[in-house]
């Protein structure tokens, strides 16, 4: 018997969703204070949503807003305003990434657009960071490429060096805020990644397959580990949503990530995100691992490591931080993975907060960097686990007595 169409076939759920917010926070609860922690702002938020009426509307008002801070970012580089300049190219390649993101058809025109506008933007904020951005192409299959944007710290020698594993088909541009960044104040250098299903792998048709994404980031870290301003033995992995996932898979079978620590937990079975929650989710993954047919996806769904059968071969620290209100994975997911890890584990689970976090993202990115460079500094005790609860309204400092 042939599957029911895909609920995300299905329009009408999105828009009459939409009708009754006036922005995001109806389909994805706290996304707004994500999007203005990683350099989303106001005014290009209140532009885009001011002109969203349904779901198909989503594309343009990003594409529309990106194009006026294309405009004004040029004006400001003819100008010789050059710092001004590469803040508005910033936020000009955060509105096309958004943009592309929300049309996953491969090789549709205004996607190749937008992807075109993203990196054309992005290009322009690595050119005038005064050598402190880099981008970087990895081969790692015959004729497949992972990309890198490797921001450094200041400083001579080698320091402690984060990957950043962004989520589902989300572009590392939009992951590492280059004006604020937890990481680059603390010594660290924090590299972002586009993996098969993400970013530029995507704008290539690089699709994810069942252990792609893990090869492609260990060849970046083969990468990493040759610069003489990275310390080989200090590599961490930052993952966020579905990166949280990834990056157990990656930190069990390579012995150069040191610790590991997953936001926005998507550590559980498949069926909360695929089967229950918001039907965009399983359209975004069909598309990212190249796939139109549902039967078929489900059956390269089924192929996929169960995380939990994993694991017990990640051996370094790991911290996971989500939202008990997550409607992509229960707290009962969460105790039954973590309790299966191989190494030292910490909890920090927030009361009330749904899978984007933004709601308490202030407090989350500062500690998280804490917590990272505390780890690959000093490492954590053997069977060494820790949990907070963090109670609504109140914050991970007042239970931190760890």
Sequence with gaps: ???????????????????????????HPGIMGNRLERGTK????????????????????????????????????????????????????????????????????RKVEWFEGLYRCF??????????????????????????????????GPKPTIIALPGMDQVKEDVCNPFSNEYIPRGMNVCAVDGPGQGA??????WQ??????KSISAIIDWVVTR???????????????????????????????????????????DMIFEQAQPNFKRIFMYMAGYSDENEFDEFVSRLAVLNDVAADLKVPHLLVAGDMDELCSPDEIAAFRSGLGGPSELWLYEGVFHPMGEVAGQIYPAIADWLLESLNNGRPDGYERTVYVEDGTTLADHDHG
Excluded at 7 to 16: K, L, S, Y
Excluded at 128 to 154: C, D, I, L, R
Aim: aromatic share 8%; hydrophobic share 40%.
């Design 123 to 156: 290009d322009k904020v690595i050119e005038w960071s005064n050598g402190s951005m880099e981008s970087k192409t990895v081969e790692f299959a015959p004729g497949q490429n992972a990309y890198a944007t490797f921001h450094k710290a200041a400083g001579d």
């Design 209 to 214: 397959t069942e252990d792609n994404y893990e």
């Design 228 to 270: 003489d301003d990275v310390d080989a033995d200090r590599i961490g992995i930052m993952g966020m949503s579905m990166g949280s996932r990834w990056g157990v898979l990656i930190g069990a079978q390579d012995p150069r990530v040191k610790a590991v620590c997953g936001q926005m937990a998507n550590v559980g079975s498949f």
């Design 42 to 109: 106001f005014e290009d938020l209140t532009a885009v949503y001011s002109n969203v009426s349904g779901r198909r509307s989503f594309p343009k008002a990003w594409g529309k807003r990106a194009d006026v801070l294309e405009g004004m970012a040029k004006d400001a580089e003819t100008r010789g305003r050059l710092v001004t300049a590469r803040q508005l190219y910033h936020r000009a390649a955060i509105c096309f990434g958004r943009a592309q993101h929300l049309i996953p058809i491969h090789g549709q025109a």
């Design 201 to 206: 792998c995507n704008r290539d048709g690089t």
């Design 1 to 27: 018997m042939a599957k029911p169409q895909l609920r995300a076939d299905q329009g009408w759920i999105f828009d009459n969703f939409l009708m009754l917010s006036d922005n995001e926070d109806v389909l």
